[in-house]
């Protein structure tokens, strides 16, 4: 008889960062060094919606069910399709300006999120007798934020704090106007940009020497595809223009 492998399928998910300032970077390069990812209370993420639902339950219920999702901590992560969107390192890289963490995961708490056109329409599925179902309200949204194909690592935690989410494979560098023809213009007159050049050859030495793998990425048409980053092309990019 074939043996049946129970083993939860791995994950390959992403988790954008900023590297706008330096303060950013540091947390960036935290991340990196220490193999986790920050998690938050729901009261800490950009859905203005987050953890609300409409019930019929009892003021003592209520009151339950707010003790639990204060006891829980996120990190919300993205699927390959979103990793290739535009607008996603648009909304959460600051416009190219940041990167994108690659992580496999096997990890129990890392959960789907569900996507409906009325976030009440999930309150039938919550058990009573097993109440509060704290999960099913922390993994459905409105469907309006489906392009992000978001999963959650959900964990209980008195506070906000960095966890173990699985084993990081890969850096992801936006790089802004590194395909067009006029690149060392471009950032000669931009300062900033220039810092952030700065910032990425930091931090790609920090995911070399923690044995990550480095990629840079680019928009072709309407999608960012990503390709081997090597030492060669980072000097020849992220070199400062002189004044």
Same mark, same amino acid.
């Given at each position: ?178 395909? @067009? *023809? +006029?690149?060392?213009?471009?950032? !000669?007159? #931009? =300062? ?27 928009? @072709? *048409? +309407?999608?960012?595809?990503?390709? !081997?980053? #090597? =030492? ?12």
């Amino acid at each position: 008889m074939a043996e049946v492998n129970d083993a939860k399928p791995s994950l390959t998910l992403y988790k954008f960062r900023s590297l706008d300032d330096w303060e950013a970077f540091g947390r960036a390069k935290k991340i990196l060094e220490r193999k986790m990812f920050w998690c938050d209370r729901i009261w800490a993420l950009n859905d203005p919606m987050e953890g609300v639902y409409r019930s019929q339950f009892t003021e003592e219920e209520v009151e339950r069910m707010f003790k639990n999702k204060e006891g829980t901590v996120i990190c919300s992560l993205s699927a390959q399709k979103a990793f290739k969107l535009p607008t996603m390192w648009g909304h959460y890289a600051n416009g190219f300006r940041g990167i994108a963490i690659e992580v496999q995961t096997v990890d129990a708490n890392v959960h789907m999120v569900h996507y409906e056109p009325d976030i009440t329409s999930f309150v039938d599925y919550i058990n009573r007798n097993n109440f509060p179902h704290v999960r099913k309200i922390l993994t459905t949204k409105l469907d309006c934020w489906t392009s992000e194909e978001e999963y959650r690592f959900i964990r209980q935690s008195d506070k906000p704090g960095y966890f173990s989410i699985g084993e990081i494979t890969g850096v992801y560098f936006g790089l802004p106007y590194s395909n @067009v *023809g +006029n690149h060392a213009p471009i950032r !000669k007159a #931009s =300062d900033k940009l220039q810092d952030y050049y700065d910032r990425v050859r930091e931090l790609y030495d920090v995911a070399k020497r923690e044995n990550i793998d480095r990629f840079k990425v680019k928009i @072709v *048409g +309407n999608e960012v595809q990503s390709k !081997k980053f #090597s =030492d060669a092309c980072l000097e020849n990019l992220c070199h400062r223009v002189r004044e």
